[in-house]
């Protein structure tokens, strides 16, 4: 008797600690999603962290990881920027629902461009985790390209956008840049 | 006697003692301590001690049980009281984080922003920045090539998809000094990985890694739409589907009917281009002594097979056959 009467409470613990971890991380998304700072600020804010670091800083966790952290991580995406060519200007998500870390949904506006060539991207993306893996999905594509000079590429912008097949979007946005970025240089070789 | 002994065991374990033996302390005092050593030390004589004895061992494990029980029920008393305690405490900060999350989505909608009155610390603008950039990093993955920096080289990831839906992920890890090698990864031992690496990998890298995408990409879409064709369709297939392990070969059988005889058709489709994930060739045959006008439907059903995605093509059959 005692036992099912502690059982209710259990449950309710249970039921509490998962609410509020999934709230707690609504709060980090929200708040992450609608801040924005510039490179500036960015700057500024590591200058005044080394100043922290060399003054007396007492605070929980090692500050110089931070700062390395950061450091590391731009030079990965730099890394990458450089090896495919791609380069992302401006990158907002909005998390639309989660649901404990079974699912979550969101909408992803991305703008860059791919070694000369400019796209705006506007995506939902499902991503799903179960014990055994994860998976994602796009459930949404939208694609703006500046339609000029590359005509040829609209019908298989469209075509992609169709099939949501953003991956493909960007393999053969990648192949196509780089094959025009070839051309142009051959071109330039010979005037 | 029996009213004695009655009286005893209303009386508390002390006070029986006390009325037995009021001159000397304990137990093993007041009586012998066991009930064999008895018959030695007193013979010949009858004393109630076996009854008052096995009262008292009565008694004193009633009493040691009542304690017991009471220690028990102040331990659940406490632990109910610490789980009343710690879900007062859950709730309490629940209703904080909903209040939090409510005020933050007022904000959105108001503004459009959420800003922080204050300035925000330098910690939380990096906080903020490297959170950034992890989900720029996230990106790369969806766009197909991926890759982190190691010590010796480079860990690569290459994502498949097929249309929205992403598949596996392979990784190589390659070492950079003193030349451009694989040291391991995770690709299928029937893709040629080896015939791309020796054509590009140490000339162009970016080339390398696109080629190497293409086969791996076709593949898992390959296998993806043979995945999907067992799943939807497994009722209208004949016995099961055979694929090859690298998807680029599949038979599988299904029934047409024709004048109310069902008439067996094996499909043959065979991926030629390895990076292609439609078939270059789809061979349908059927029993010898089947209906001519079939060889017509056959015809369609494999212009069908070569033009779209596999579970498309079958989708558009099984529609078509419905509706006859």
Known sequence: MDNSVHQVYEDEIQLLEEEIKLLAEKCEDIHQESTFFSDEEIQMAKKLFQRELQGEYKGHGSPSDLKS?????EGDLSFLMKLTGIQFTRHSKKTLEKCK?????????????????PFQLEFQLLEMQNKENASAAVTDLSIIMESGQHSELSKFVSSTEEHRNLLLFFRSLSSYAEWYEHRRCTFLHFK | EEEKSSEKRKAPWGRALATASPDR????SAFPPARGSRGKMEEGKTYPQDGVLAYLETLEAQAHELALKQQEEEQQEKKLNRLKARVQELRA????????????????VDKGVVTDPAQPSPQTVLEWKIK??????????????????????????????YEGTYLASYYLDILTKPEVRIQRHSVP??????????K??????????????????????????????????????????????LCNLLVFSYNVSRNGQ??????????????????????????????????ETAAAHSDAFRRLALHRAFRSLVDAKQSQ
């Open chain 1, 101 to 117: 870390h079974f699912y979550a949904c969101c909408t992803e506006i991305l703008s860059g461009n791919c070694q000369s060539l």
């Open chain 2, 93 to 108: 900060r629940r209703d904080e984080l909903r209040a939090k999350v409510e005020l933050q989505e007022k904000k959105l």
């Open chain 2, 200 to 245: 590009y990998l140490q000339t162009d890298l970016r080339r390398f890694l696109s080629v190497l995408w293409e086969h791996l990409n076709a593949y898992a879409g390959r296998r993806y739409q043979a995945e999907q064709l067992e799943e939807r369709f497994s009722e209208h297939i004949e016995g099961t589907l055979q694929k090859n392990s």
């Open chain 2, 262 to 295: 069902s008439f067996p058709f094996t499909v043959r489709l065979l991926y030629g281009d390895l990076c292609g994930s439609l078939p270059t060739e789809a061979t349908i045959s059927c029993t010898p002594g089947a209906p001519a006008s079939l060889a």
């Open chain 2, 25 to 28: 302390g304990g137990l093993t």
């Open chain 2, 132 to 161: 950034s950039i992890k989900a720029m990093l996230q990106i790369f993955h969806l766009t197909g090539i991926s890759g982190k920096p190691t010590k010796q080289g480079v860990c690569f990831c290459i994502s498949t998809a």
């Open chain 2, 189 to 198: 031992v029937f893709i040629p990985l080896e015939q791309i690496a020796k």
């Open chain 1, 69 to 73: 952290q950061l450091e590391s991580l």
